[in-house]
């Protein structure tokens, strides 16, 4: 195989079907990567401020309720 003719890319696929993907990459001739994307505790948090989830309190006893009503 010519590396100019090779493009990489990257899939996501459910882990039920990655014994399906092995063996037809295998069969082709493919060249698989495999790796678990896991957020870290920052990415986590950058990720709630983008969506909203951020909650501000004016003052102590605003927070205390809101954890109380949780």
């Known amino acids: 195989m ?3 003719e090779v ?4 899939l996501t696929i459910p882990l039920s079907d ?4 092995k063996d037809l990459a295998k069969v ?8 678990t994307s896991r957020l870290s505790g920052l990415d986590k ?5 983008k969506e909203g989830r951020v909650y501000h309190a ?4 605003d927070l205390i309720k809101q954890i109380l009503e949780d």
């Open 28 to 35: 082709r001739g493919w060249k698989t990567t495999e790796s």
């Open 58 to 61: 004016k003052d102590a006893d």
């Open 45 to 49: 948090a950058i990720e709630d401020v």
């Open 18 to 21: 990655w014994s399906f993907f």
């Open 2 to 4: 010519n590396t100019a």
């Open 7 to 10: 493009k990489s890319i990257k």
